[in-house]
């Protein structure tokens, strides 16, 4: 069983819609949970990073975590052409050691 | 506010050269660095990191190495590339280990 799991996509939605990607993972020792944004050929943008479960809103993202349930989602509202971009959602632990695990990505299309 | 540089963009090398990739951070003190290699279709695959000057982990055993001769400078290299060596290198900085990344814009390597 892989540590994080994100299923690949891709999503395709239309404009104005809420768009909702999820992660699960095995591992309970992660503290801090991270959504970047990668558009074709670029690095990956941080969006949201929250490090506790229950919700965190900036704008038209809102990260939820379920720690309990081992499941992080990703919510964007009024989605635009301009979300159109792979999500990767990440989850990592720096006590007792170090470690970083990103998932492989959502791709996700948004139509005009 | 912080920047990170890397060059060159794109990169098309023959199998057995060197290679050498270089990562700067703008705008911080003591970050700690990261190099990833990101594959088609596959999340982040952490190849090293650095908590300081001269201080380098290795992640994954392979064909190549890194170097942190200043504070805010991250260096990749191999002696010799093999074509398993492809790919879309990105390197990242944050304040603590293990906690939010900063990617920069990677560099695309393609070995023939």
């Known amino acids: 069983q892989k540590e994080v799991e994100q299923d690949p996509g891709p999503l395709s939605v239309p404009e104005g819609a809420i768009v909702s990607l999820n992660c699960t993972y095995s591992?309970?020792?992660?503290?801090?949970f991270m959504w970047y944004r990668q558009y074709s050929r670029k690095g990956p943008e941080l969006l949201m990073y929250?490090?506790?479960?229950g919700n965190k809103e900036d704008g038209r993202f809102t990260a939820q975590v379920d720690k309990s349930s081992k499941y992080i989602s990703l919510f964007i509202r009024d989605s635009q052409p301009s979300d159109s971009a792979t999500y990767l959602c990440?989850?990592?632990?720096?006590?007792?050691?170090?470690?970083?695990?990103f998932g492989a990505g959502t791709r996700l299309f948004v139509k005009a | 506010s912080q920047t990170i540089h890397q060059w060159p963009a794109t990169l098309v090398q023959p199998v057995g050269s060197p290679l050498s990739l270089e990562c700067t951070v703008e705008?911080?003190?003591?970050?700690?660095l990261y190099w990833y290699r990101q594959a088609a279709g596959r999340g982040l695959q952490l190849l090293f990191y650095?908590?300081?000057?001269?201080?380098i982990s290795s992640e994954v055993p392979q064909n190549l190495s890194a170097s942190r001769p200043q504070d805010r400078q991250f260096i990749l290299s191999s002696k010799k590339l093999l074509l398993s060596d492809s790919g879309f290198y990105l390197c990242?900085?944050?304040?603590?280990?293990?906690?939010?990344?900063?990617f920069g814009p990677g560099t695309r390597l393609l070995v023939l």
């Open positions: 990440a989850m990592s632990v720096n006590t007792g050691g170090f470690k970083t695990i």
């Open positions: 990242a900085w944050g304040p603590r280990l293990g906690e939010t990344q900063y």
């Open positions: 929250t490090y506790s479960s």
């Open positions: 705008g911080t003190s003591n970050p700690n």
């Open positions: 591992n309970s020792a992660f503290q801090y």
């Open positions: 650095s908590v300081g000057i001269g201080q």
